[in-house]
């Protein structure tokens, strides 16, 4: 695609759900990155893959937290029995190699009432 | 620990002013460096990338430089305008062994008053 794609855009859930967020990388894109920025903080790292394998995990803020990606392509970041300390925006990046740069989508808006 | 600093964490100027935004970072072993801007409620849009083996990079009215040995790194903004306002990210890809880390600064405020 021409740019990097995130679904869904906002999600509300309530406590105690399961949610599923959704990155689509610019196509033949190698490294995925997954964020969270909360209500007028810094980025903060979650998790990064390159191709399938995620050699970096040590962002994830609890065991609640996983992420998977399938094909080299789409990540999806899972949040189980979500609290309201995880409603943040959840942004996701990718790049074609190091040297390339990052290139972010516009984030799911996670609302945890 | 790599870690990547920005200073100052806000910063108010007047229409037409020309302004510095600094990054520094901990470790020189990095591939490159990236100014992003984001603006409330948006995702990051990247301004300019600078590779290790780069000084410098420009775009219109900003200029990046890319001090390396001193872990330094500066976003040069020429005539301020306020839709110049907006909160400023520097990010540094370190080379971590066989892999990378990507770390964020948390970023600079800037306000350009009309």
């Known amino acids: 695609g021409a740019g990097v794609s995130q679904s869904p855009s906002n999600k509300v859930t309530e406590k105690g759900k399961d949610v599923e967020l959704r990155c689509d990388p610019i196509?033949?894109?190698?490294?995925l990155y997954w964020y969270r920025q909360s209500l007028g903080q810094g980025l903060e790292f979650l998790i990064y893959?390159?191709?399938?394998?995620?050699?970096?995990k040590s962002g994830l803020p609890s065991d609640r937290f996983s992420a998977e990606r399938t094909g080299g392509s789409v990540s999806t970041l899972t949040i189980q029995r979500t609290q309201q300390e995880d409603s943040a925006v959840y942004l996701c990046?990718?790049?074609?190699?190091?040297?390339?740069?990052?290139?972010f989508g516009s984030g799911t808006q996670l609302s945890v009432l | 620990k790599q870690e990547v600093t920005q200073i100052p964490a806000a910063l108010s100027v007047p229409e037409g002013e020309n302004l510095v935004l600094n990054c520094s970072f901990t470790?020189?072993?990095?591939?490159?460096l990236q100014w992003f801007r984001q603006d409330p409620g948006k995702g990051l849009t990247s301004l300019l990338l600078?590779?290790?083996?780069?000084r410098e990079q420009t775009s219109g009215r900003l200029n990046a430089s890319l001090d390396k040995s001193s872990g330094r790194s500066t976003l040069y903004i020429a005539a301020s305008q306020p839709g110049d306002s907006a909160t400023y990210l520097c990010?540094?890809?370190?080379?971590?062994?066989?892999?990378?880390?990507?770390?964020f600064g948390k970023g600079t405020k800037l306000t350009v008053n009309p």
């Open positions: 990046a990718s790049s074609a190699w190091g040297g390339s740069g990052l290139f």
């Open positions: 196509s033949g894109h190698t490294a």
């Open positions: 893959f390159q191709g399938n394998s995620a050699p970096d």
């Open positions: 470790d020189s072993a990095i591939y490159n």
């Open positions: 600078i590779q290790s083996s780069q």
């Open positions: 990010a540094v890809l370190f080379i971590q062994g066989g892999s990378e880390k990507l770390v």
